[in-house]
C-alpha cells in the first residue's frame, strides 16, 4: 500500500492546484492491500495470541511509539486529500462518488488505525513480559 499511496501523496502535495486522479490500478491495488490487512489483523486478534518474541522494556517502547508514529501518515494523507480539495466543495461530485471515495478513504485509515494497535498490543507484550519477571 506505501509503494503506491506514497508517491499518490507526494503528487498532492507537490502540484496543490492540480487535480490528482489515481488510476484504475493504483485503487485496485490500495484496494487489495487495504483488504489484506483488514484479513490479517483480524485473523490475528481473533485467532493468534500475541507471543513476546524478547523480553524488554526499552524495546517495548520502540514498538509501541512505531505504532502510533505509523499513524501519523494516515493523518497527513487524510489532512492533505480534505485540505487538497476543500476549495472545491462550492462544486461537489455526485453524492454516490463521494460517499464511495470516502469509504474508501475511511477504510483505508482504520486499516492503518489497526496495524497501529497491533504493533502497540506486541510492544506491550514485550514490555509486560519484562516487567513479569
Do not use: N
Not at 26 to 33: G, H, K, L, M, T
Not at 74 to 85: E, K, L, N, W, Y
Amino acid at each position: 500500500m506505501v509503494w503506491v499511496a506514497f508517491p499518490l501523496f507526494q503528487q498532492v502535495i507537490a502540484r496543490p492546484g492540480e487535480l490528482q486522479e489515481a488510476g484504475l490500478r493504483d485503487q485496485v491495488a490500495i484496494i487489495s492491500a487495504t483488504l489484506v490487512l483488514h484479513c490479517a489483523y483480524w485473523s490475528r486478534y481473533r485467532w493468534i495470541a500475541v507471543q513476546a518474541p524478547i523480553h524488554s522494556a526499552f524495546v517495548g517502547h520502540v514498538i509501541q511509539f512505531a505504532g502510533r508514529a505509523s499513524f501519523f501518515f494516515g493523518g497527513a494523507v487524510f489532512s492533505a486529500i480534505f485540505f487538497r480539495h476543500l476549495p472545491e466543495l462550492d462544486a461537489l461530485p455526485a453524492p454516490g462518488q463521494a460517499a464511495i471515495k470516502g469509504l474508501i478513504l475511511m477504510w483505508g485509515l482504520f486499516s492503518l488505525f489497526c496495524y497501529s494497535l497491533e504493533l502497540d498490543r506486541l510492544g506491550k507484550a514485550i514490555e509486560q513480559a519484562r516487567a513479569a519477571k
